[in-house]
């Protein structure tokens, strides 16, 4: 046989063995219906023709509903999420949903998607952390102007849009301090305006509230926390009215960001427990959260479905429940009588805890707690109360939770009366 000449197979007149192999069980066409969709890993996507690769590329740059070249643009996997993401965060409203790597992705993507140089935005001063830092970094380098406004502000936000202004960024409950925003009052102005307005919908989604019936224009979601709910992914996710979907997909695109097969599927399966999980979140946080507000080393609950949370009377007319997560703040009298003690106490109260781990993440099964540092974090509306936990109530019995945290202020008592004094 001449070197170049393809083996045969010995045993068949059919391919090389390095050719079955290769080609062996990729055309399985039975029809097996199964609870689940299968999880698609894939980069490649096959064409039947010449014409038909050169149609679906011209309808994925259009950014036509299932349309897709590769898998940066969509796998059934991942085309399967979107959907199921508009319909669940939007029902009765044209949306659409784009998927990304993190929340933080999606945060970026959809405000570099409709910002320019010389625009000014608007953003909530409750606002999670990281977006401020994006908006201070990356969006100020590129000429962006970001002014951060009380989130108490209600339709006086009309007050503060100008010519230039393209955004109106938004979230509510707000990071650490839970504070509720009037946004179908802010969406109101800011339409009458045609400022855009989107909202970080992380504490509540995918159960507890309606945003579009609210009027904003898109709905972030990190898909990381209760949509997956079992803190073993990373994701994220746009979900955007109709008309606004050509500039969010050309910008996905161009930034070429996508999610793989295996997570898509992960956010998919938390998402038919979603809403079980989300009521026992709730429940339980809500009996912590009592608990802690008859606690003596306790100054307030941040918490927006207790009737003493300042716009508790918001929360009741716009959300259809609460989540696991809610801050706490503690009195100065439970402290030490310098800011080393203090901090020796507040890190009595929270290592060593048996059921809450001390991790910045949330919205999976477990309880987490985590001291907030937020005196950078506030420029419109500085923090003016002591200092500040904030609790993930997870799966967990809420008495042996209510042990726990217990057992941290008795831990926190000791080492504050074992400071020595001046």
Avoid at 301 to 321: C, I
Wanted: charged share 20%; glycine share 10%.
């Amino acid at each position: 046989m001449h070197r170049d000449e393809p083996p045969t197979d010995p045993l068949s007149d059919g391919p090389a063995p390095r050719t079955r192999v290769v080609d062996a069980g990729r055309r399985f066409d039975d029809r097996i219906a199964t609870a689940n969709l299968p999880a698609w890993r894939a980069s490649t996507v096959l064409f039947d023709s010449l014409a038909h690769a050169e149609a679906a590329g011209q309808a994925t740059g259009r950014g036509e509903r299932h349309a897709t070249t590769y898998a940066t643009a969509g796998t059934p996997g991942t085309l399967a999420l979107a959907d199921a993401l508009a319909e669940v965060e939007a029902p009765g409203h044209a949306c659409r949903a784009a998927l990304m790597p993190s929340g933080l992705s999606a945060i970026s993507t959809a405000l570099l998607a409709f910002l320019s140089p010389g625009d000014h935005l608007l953003v909530s001063d409750s606002v999670y952390g990281p977006t401020r830092a994006f908006c201070d970094g990356m969006l100020s380098r590129y000429g962006v102007r970001t002014e951060y406004y009380d989130p108490t502000i209600g339709a006086g936000i009309a007050q503060l849009i100008r010519p230039e202004t393209r955004i109106v960024y938004l979230e509510s409950p707000g990071s650490y301090t839970f504070e509720i925003q009037d946004v179908p009052a802010i969406c109101v102005e800011a339409r009458a305006r045609g400022v855009l307005t989107m909202i970080d919908n992380a504490w509540a989604s995918p159960v507890f509230s309606r945003p579009f019936d609210w009027g904003v224009d898109a709905s972030i979601l990190p898909l990381t926390k209760y949509w997956g709910g079992h803190s073993d992914l990373l994701m994220g996710a746009v979900v955007i009215r109709e008309e606004h979907w050509p500039r969010l997909w050309t910008a996905v695109r161009q930034l070429g960001v996508c999610v793989g097969g295996d997570d898509a599927w992960l956010v998919l399966r938390g998402l038919r427990t979603a809403e079980v999980r989300m009521r026992a979140h709730e429940q339980s946080a809500l009996r912590v959260a009592r608990w802690l507000a008859g606690r003596p080393e306790v100054a307030s609950v941040l918490h927006p479905a207790l009737e003493s949370h300042p716009q508790h009377a918001l929360w009741k007319r716009d959300f259809g429940g609460s989540s696991g997560l809610f801050s706490f703040e503690l009195r100065a009298e439970a402290f030490g009588a310098d800011a080393a003690g203090a901090q020796r106490a507040l890190a009595a109260l929270c290592e060593g805890r048996r059921h809450f781990g001390i991790g910045y993440s949330w919205g999976g099964f477990e309880s987490l707690i985590m001291p907030a540092k937020i005196g950078s974090l506030r420029t419109a509306r500085p923090w003016q109360g002591g200092p500040l936990v904030r609790l993930h109530v997870g799966l967990e019995e809420p008495a042996d939770l209510i042990a726990d945290l217990e057992a941290g202020f008795e831990a926190m008592r000791r080492v504050r009366d074992e400071a020595p004094q001046d």
